[in-house]
């Protein structure tokens, strides 16, 4: 009797040794896997942060351009409107040299004006 209760009692603690080693192997691999994860937490966090600040600026920079395309546009329509309203031609045969020095006066301000609002 005293053998077999011997040999449950091996028994019982040769399963709560298994136990304890396959549990401890499990805390161990959960310990890894959470600080693998707070890793990849941080630098999924570093990189949202960097995308929001990307973006605020490219919004900047976006409603920046508009208003600049905006001032191209009105700069167009004025010079649209003025090649309307002028007959160049006409204009040309009655005084050639003045037609000359008007329109490079009007494509030296063009070319300024779009130097100006591309190199900002």
Do not use: C, H
């Not at 399963?15 to 161990?28: E, H, L, M, S, V």
């Not at 600049?68 to 309307?84: C, F, G, P, S, W």
């Not at 008007?102 to 030296?108: F, L, R, S």
């Amino acid at each position: 009797m005293f053998i077999a209760s011997l040999a449950v009692i091996g028994v019982l603690l040769g399963g709560f040794a298994w136990y304890y080693k396959n549990t401890q192997a499990r805390i161990t691999t959960l310990v890894e896997n959470a600080a693998k994860l707070e890793t990849v937490t941080k630098t999924q966090e570093a990189t949202i942060t960097e995308l929001q600040e990307s973006a605020q600026e490219q919004a900047a920079l976006t409603q920046e351009l508009s208003g600049k395309l905006a001032d191209a546009e009105k700069q167009n329509r004025r010079i649209a409107t003025m090649l309307a309203n002028t007959d160049i031609v006409k204009n040309s045969i009655a005084n050639p040299k003045a037609v000359e020095e008007k329109i490079n006066a009007e494509v030296t301000d063009f070319f300024s004006d779009l130097e100006s609002l591309t190199s900002q």
